[in-house]
């Protein structure tokens, strides 16, 4: 098997110990140079699933207006995917994917307020393999909560948000061993950056 190979099969494996908050899931992932761009792979391989994303419908759209419980579920929807209308089907998803191989810059900027300098490398390599993952486990909660009623359609995917960012602010504190506010910081920043490029766009 190619190392490009290797990388692919380990990158996956380690993104699903990361999203079932396995500490031991960071060995899997190959932690250099070489890894780090191959970790970018996981771009590639969550196209797919963000097109998928986006082409669902959100549950409670029709044409009645919707209860209370349904725009909740739909604000919550919105927040999980952090689409922008305007773009299109394929222009969120590259606004998803610009936003997602940038925010390392983001960080690489702020490094030495944020800490982030020593654990860079890793962070970004287990962040890429978890984000692959974390965008199917979106398509999945989604397709759900489609075919669920309103109430509950609401809080599968309310849920679903809480376990996403669980999963962020677990891999952070792993690569990075940062204190709990520094770590809860950078995860409101990855959380913000892709609604504020899509407003600067």
């Known amino acids: 098997m190619s190392a490009g190979g290797g990388d692919l099969l380990r990158g996956i494996r380690g993104g699903l110990g990361l999203a079932r908050f396995d500490r031991r899931a960071l ?4 932690i250099d140079v070489g890894g780090f761009w ?3 792979m996981a771009l590639l391989l969550a196209v797919p699933g963000y097109l998928l994303l986006y082409s669902l419908p959100v549950p409670g759209e029709g044409l009645t207006p919707p209860s209370p419980d349904e725009e909740a ?3 919550v ?3 999980m995917a952090a689409g922008t209308d305007h773009f299109g089907l394929l222009g969120d998803v590259l606004v998803d994917l610009l ?3 940038s925010f390392p810059l983001v960080l690489l900027i702020l490094a ?3 800490g982030v ?5 890793p962070y970004v390599v287990a962040r890429n393999w978890l984000s692959m993952v974390q965008v199917y486990v979106m398509v999945a909660v989604i397709a759900t909560a489609g075919v669920l009623p309103a109430p509950l359609a609401g ?3 309310t849920l679903a948000l809480a376990a996403l960012i669980g999963m962020e602010w677990f891999m952070t504190r792993l690569t990075l061993g940062l204190n709990s506010g520094a770590v809860t910081l950078i995860v409101l920043m990855a959380i913000l950056w892709p609604i504020l490029l899509a407003r600067l766009l």
């Open 117 to 121: 300098d020593r654990g860079f490398v």
């Open 155 to 157: 809080l599968l995917t």
């Open 27 to 30: 060995e899997l992932l190959r």
């Open 99 to 101: 936003a997602w191989a």
């Open 38 to 40: 191959h970790s970018f």
């Open 112 to 114: 030495r307020r944020t």
């Open 77 to 79: 929807i919105a927040t």
């Open 73 to 75: 579920a739909a604000d």
